[in-house]
């Protein structure tokens, strides 16, 4: 069974990332989002969604993200930033509480910042090492600003 | 100044380590060229023509005289001997070696130093006058500002892999702008309202490069505990909306452009509406604790003009026009403001050799509380000197050669490192700005052309400012050959403007004597008290531009 790296551990990847829209769902997918909001009344239960890089987050304003197990965001490039405000914005404005988790180009050097946007699973491409990954998997001790994980910045800790 | 606590310096001890291992993982062939490169990058690590290029952040320009000494150590043992103070107040080694770098970052942290975020496409130093805190007509102390916008965003989760890079400046007074908060991408203007409540107006979507543009203004007046989440909101909607695929558009300046002021403004309130008053409003005990390592130094109780200084001016022409050209106003009677140039012929503009930066390190300690700026002008200011100390201060200026008396004119010229270091440039800016300094070197003649900004950059990245330049000089390639565009009616401050092009570019023999041409169409043009600039301003491009292409029609 493929791995990845979920809440700090190699776990077992238990749902296949439907990059291909035309594929039929089931309730291991994870599907795109354009394709669930648009048959999600005939769709059946899915796994989660994943959003692509200039999707953005709005669409699922009214959207009970918490019937989902698994929402992925996909980074085209891992230079390509934007998917760390749409986790930002799953957690601290649509109040989702299930995994978020990082698909694509992403890189082990990057763990410290995506775990403090939201992100608790990584779904690496083949070529990553995980055990050398997870050595990565962590932010600094403290930090300024506030995020997911601390809310207060430092001002109001210090 | 600010001084770290266990906080700050755990972070950037934390750093180091990091960069550390992502250096030794680059050696070993762990991470690859692609990956490395935005990694290092935001740690000032370029990889330039002959050597790594490494800048180091100064934030605001603030450096205290022991710091200023371990840049003048590490750039005596780990490169030539000089460093090169850069126009957002950094300082660049031009030869460091890559696996010197974590050593390098190490012994920063020892005076409170790093090199976090002075490249890559992140938020990069915060600018600001480098007069900050001893000008009379300053709002109020930019300095505590500018230090709540470094922590803020120095590893801001969020923002790290921006489309581009985002520079921010702040500026205190309203009468004059030393940040050219006009050109960064977010400006902002410290001032109070009606209530006397302090706040910013903030500007967006400035900048030079291939593009150049003056700022807009999105609000007139955020109150400052409203400052982070407001930041935030604009760089949220930027970070999403700003273009990717396109470096060259990719700046928030295309961005703002494209979508307009009003509709820009529109998504930003959008997303400060649920921002606004949540966790990273600021409160007034931070301000406090931020003002309170920005308090005044114990000055004597002093009046303006005392003997030492007025017999030296009646005296001394070469004192009184030290004095006239690098002095500057203090807001406390019996002090002033001096300014250490690093101008002068034969030394690379905004260069300083170790000796030089131990030397200024001295006088900081000597007569300015021990604490020394950079300007966006890429010269030292010691900002506290008593005025009575100011033939001493200038004595040993002149001996250390600092005291070129040419502050503002001609050839106190903004300079890129340019071809002579820098892989991206098209042409070398350093023999061009020498060519101007060997050339214009009659110091009456300067005097009489007056206040003149003239910025070189070797590129389109106009690292040199050429577009707020009144006088621009690019560096242009013309099939393999280095040629130079003039440009002219550029500037940076409270009139910000971006100036035109002259016409077709010049060789680099030409070029001083377009400068001349230039100087003397102003000379022939002008009215009594007129600056370049002004007569520019009145007379229009044309009588410029004929006379420069005069010889060759």
Redesign the interface.
Known sequence: MPKLIKNGDIADNLYTWQQDSEAAASDTAIVPMSKWLAEKESIGPVAGIWIDAGEGTEALTDVDLNQFAVIGIHFPAFVDGRGFSYARLLRERLGYKGEIRALGNFIPDQLGYLLRVGFNSFQFNEDVNLEKALVLHKSFSTAYQGDVIEPRPMFLRR | MYQY?A?DQ??VD??VA?FRD?TRRYLND??SEQ?FL??RLQNGLYIQRYAPMLRIAIPYGMLSSEQLRKLADISRRYDRSYGHFSTRQNLQLNWPKLEDVPDILQELTQVQMHAVQTSG?CIRNTTTDQYAGVIADEIVDPRPYCELIR??S?????????PRKFKIAVNATESSDRAAIQVHDIGLQIKKNDAGEIGFKVIVGGGLGRTPMVGVTISEFIPRADL?TYLDAII?VY??QGR?DNKYKARIKILVKALGIEEFRNRVEAEWV?LRG???T??M??FD?LSSFFSEPAYESLTNNPAELTSKLANSAGFSRWHERNTFEHKKPGYRIVTLTLKKPGQAPGDATSDQMEKAADLADQFSFGELRVSHEQNLVLADVRQDQLVAVWEAAKEAGFATPTLGLLTDMICCPGGDFCALANAKSIPIADQIQQTFDNLDYLYDLGNIDLNISGCMNACGHHHVGNIGILGVDKKGQEFYQISIGGASGNDASIGKILGPSFAQEDITRVIQTLMDVYVNNRTDEERFIDTYRRVGITPFKEAAYAKAN
């Open positions: 606590d906080i755990q972070l934390e750093r990091q992502q762990e991470l990956e935005p990694l496409n922590q803020w120095t590893f801001h989760p969020e923002f790290a892999f921006l982070l949220r970070n999403q990717r649920h949540k966790e990273s600021i409160p005990s931070e604790r």
